[in-house]
């Protein structure tokens, strides 16, 4: 199964507490009327800007064992190395905004404008961040309308660069996935132009295969708790070991 | 004096049209071109770092206040370069080779205009040698490096290396920053600082320049 994708919801801007959190504002924070007015044209910036879409491909787990292994730079212990085996379905996805979102941050700080730029690079990361749930929410609609999945079945993202897998694995990924078909490429240093992409894996299955200790030594210094969250969401559970010295 | 109190009040607030106005006032006025920039602007500016760190304002709000910063300097450069105001040292900054991210290079870039150095921004995907070719060139005496990849941190050694190879070492120094780095690493590659954020990385600069 291998799908091209217009994600239409992710042109919706996020809603304002979530710019705020990921310009590392707190809930409850006061904010001075000429902060809301450049979070105002952010929204209004990455409606005009956005051109989100995206690619999956499924994948089976021997395959997708080999393109994991990429150039052996892993991390020795990982979370998504427990998790992609139990997974009842694997895809290979890559999403992206589009590229006139990225130019338009560069150019206003080239103008003059850093607030509004900053700005509308949060809203954007969150964007971008929210195209890779509407990807897997797709896969997983899929399977489930195929019967391949069961109804309680979860599907998570994991990527290249994040909890262990090395970012060099974005070759082998890019190699089988073809994401150029959606416009997006990968450089020497594996970076993916547009900048607000995401590429990784759609891992389905019952919702425990996604639930880990955070007790990895990359875990130390991680600053985005982003796995606590996600699986809280998913198995009402939030165990957490801080950082040494956090 | 009451207008850099104002200058720097406006400042805090991100207010860059008062900014602009006020210190066209205080030109007029025919007050110090040095004491509109240290007791005006970089007072203003110092205030905004204090309160950012005490987390009582956010970064949105110290941008819009270096926005502010830069529309008053705008308007004294030229007569600090008249009445030759020292600055307070020129920083070549960039992002290394292979890393297309700007976005922190560009918050460093404008909390350092912010605190009154000169900064000369060579963009993002820089080879180590532009970044060194750089700093002889425009005399500055401080490299600011950022990446966000695993992948390109290999560079900021290359231009420590470079520094050292050019007998530069002690005259040009070394700050690095980015998501994936530490300041073990900025210790093991021979980086003379690391900035864990934007806002720390100016710090950093200043005691490396050997300013307040």
């Known amino acids: 199964m291998r799908q091209v994708v217009a994600l239409d919801a ?104 850093p607030t509004l730029g900053y700005t509308l690079d949060a809203v954007a990361s969150e964007r971008a961040d929210t195209a890779a749930e509407l990807i897997a929410d797709l896969f997983l609609e899929g399977l489930m309308r195929e019967g391949r999945a069961d109804s309680d079945a979860r599907a998570l993202a994991y990527s290249p660069g994040y909890c262990g897998w090395h970012i060099t694995g974005q070759r082998s990924l890019f190699e089988r996935l073809q994401p150029q078909r959606i416009g997006i490429t990968l450089n020497a240093s594996c970076l993916m132009q547009p900048l607000k992409s995401v590429s990784g894996v759609l891992a389905a299955g019952e919702a425990p295969i996604h639930d880990f200790d955070n007790d990895f030594d990359f875990c130390d210094t991680c600053s985005t708790y982003q796995c606590r969250h996600r699986i809280a969401t998913l198995v009402g559970t939030r165990r957490e070991r801080k950082p040494e010295g956090g | 004096m009451e207008i850099l109190q104002q200058i720097s009040d406006a400042l805090l607030r991100g207010d860059d049209e008062r900014v602009s106005r006020l210190t066209g006032q205080a030109i007029d006025q025919q007050v110090p071109t040095s004491a509109i920039l240290d007791d005006g602007l970089i007072a203003g500016m110092n205030v905004v770092g204090e309160k950012f760190r005490a987390h009582e304002i956010f970064l949105p709000e110290v941008l819009l206040a270096a926005r502010a910063m830069y529309a ?18 020129r920083v070549v900054i960039g992002s290394v080779q292979g890393d297309l991210h700007d976005i922190g290079k560009n918050l460093v870039g404008i909390m350092l205009t912010g605190a009154g150095f000169e900064v000369v921004d060579l963009g993002n995907d820089v080879p180590a040698e532009k970044f060194v070719d750089a700093a002889v060139e425009q005399g500055a005496a401080i490299i600011g490096m950022s990446a966000l990849l695993t992948t390109t941190m ?41 900035g864990y954020d934007a806002a720390n990385a100016v710090e950093r600069v200043k005691a490396l320049a050997g300013v307040s």
């Open chain 1, 10 to 113: 992710a042109r919706t801007p996020p809603d304002r507490d979530a710019v705020l959190r990921g310009q590392g504002i707190p809930a409850g924070a006061e904010i001075p009327s000429r902060v809301q007015r450049v979070i105002d044209q952010a929204l209004e910036l990455y409606a005009e800007f956005a051109e989100p879409r995206g690619i999956f491909q499924e994948t089976s787990s021997s395959d997708f064992q080999s393109i994991y292994a990429g150039e052996g730079l892993n991390a020795q212990r990982t979370p998504l190395e427990r998790v992609f085996p139990r997974a009842q379905r694997l895809a290979l996805f890559a999403v992206t905004l589009g590229e006139a979102v990225s130019r338009e941050i560069t150019e206003l700080f080239g103008r003059n404008e």
């Open chain 2, 72 to 89: 008053g300097l705008t308007l004294l450069k030229p007569l600090l370069l008249e009445d030759e105001v020292p600055s307070r040292g």
């Open chain 2, 154 to 194: 290999s560079v900021m050694k290359q231009v420590v290396d470079l520094v050292r190879e050019r007998g530069l070492a002690g005259k040009v120094k070394v700050i690095v920053g980015g998501a994936p780095l530490s300041g073990e690493f900025a210790s093991e590659i021979g980086a003379d600082a690391y």
